[in-house]
């Protein structure tokens, strides 16, 4: 596609319940991120892709969160039993190349808004 | 552990008006920095990169500094529009490591 794509834009959802966020990256980008950013807080850096495994998911905040990618295209973050401090806005972006000294930059989607009642 | 601060938190000038953002990081050890533009409800938006190796970068009327050594980076805006009102956040990636470390961001308000 022409950006990266993230569904859905907006979820409220019930405390206890489980979410799937949905990302599908810029066509061709091998590497692939999520990221939280909660009100008033900066982006907090949860998982990173480079194709379909994840060399780093130092950043997920419990074993409620969990994420996988698929093809080395479309990634889905899952959380189980929801608490009110997931709430937040969860980022998915992609490049080129494993960031690195010959990095390419980082194009983001814009986001799903998780609110948890 | 990085930890990136950027000041102002907010700034609001006239429209037309230089202006300068600052980001620093407290670790000089990075592959390269990165700043970024978020307007409200938003994604981010990349402005410019600047690679270790490098001392500036230019974009239009956005100029990004880096000085490693001291940990700082500086984006320059010129001529200062209503549209450039919105969050600049910097963001540097740790050298070993694929994840970027950001800061929270300078909420620029541009008055016409």
């Known amino acids: 596609g022409a950006g990266v794509s993230q569904s859905p834009s907006n979820k409220v959802t019930e405390k206890g319940k489980d979410v799937e966020l949905r990302c599908d990256p810029i066509?061709?980008?091998?590497?692939l991120y999520w990221y939280r950013q909660s009100l008033g807080q900066g982006l907090e850096f949860l998982i990173y892709f480079q194709g379909n495994s994840a060399p780093d998911k130092s950043g997920l905040p419990s074993d409620r969160f969990s994420a996988e990618r698929t093809g080395g295209s479309v990634s889905t973050l899952t959380i189980q039993r929801t608490q009110q401090e997931d709430s937040a806005v969860y980022l998915c972006?992609?490049?080129?190349?494993?960031?690195?000294?010959?990095?390419?930059?980082?194009?983001f989607g814009e986001g799903s808004r998780l609110t948890v009642l | 552990k990085q930890e990136v601060t950027q000041i102002p938190a907010a700034l609001s000038v006239p429209e037309g008006e230089n202006l300068v953002l600052n980001c620093s990081f407290t670790?000089?050890?990075?592959?390269?920095l990165q700043w970024f533009r978020q307007d409200p409800g938003k994604g981010l938006t990349s402005l410019l990169l600047?690679?270790?190796?490098?001392r500036e970068q230019t974009s239009g009327r956005l100029n990004a500094s880096l000085d490693k050594s001291s940990g700082r980076s500086t984006l320059y805006i010129a001529a200062s529009q209503p549209g450039d009102s919105a969050t600049y956040l910097c963001?540097?990636?740790?050298?070993?490591?694929?994840?970027?470390?950001f800061g929270k961001g300078t909420k620029l308000t541009v008055n016409p």
């Open positions: 600047i690679q270790s190796s490098q």
């Open positions: 963001a540097v990636t740790q050298g070993g490591s694929e994840k970027l470390v």
């Open positions: 972006a992609s490049s080129l190349f494993p960031r690195g000294p010959l990095t390419g930059e980082l194009f």
């Open positions: 670790d000089s050890a990075i592959y390269n």
């Open positions: 066509s061709g980008h091998t590497a």
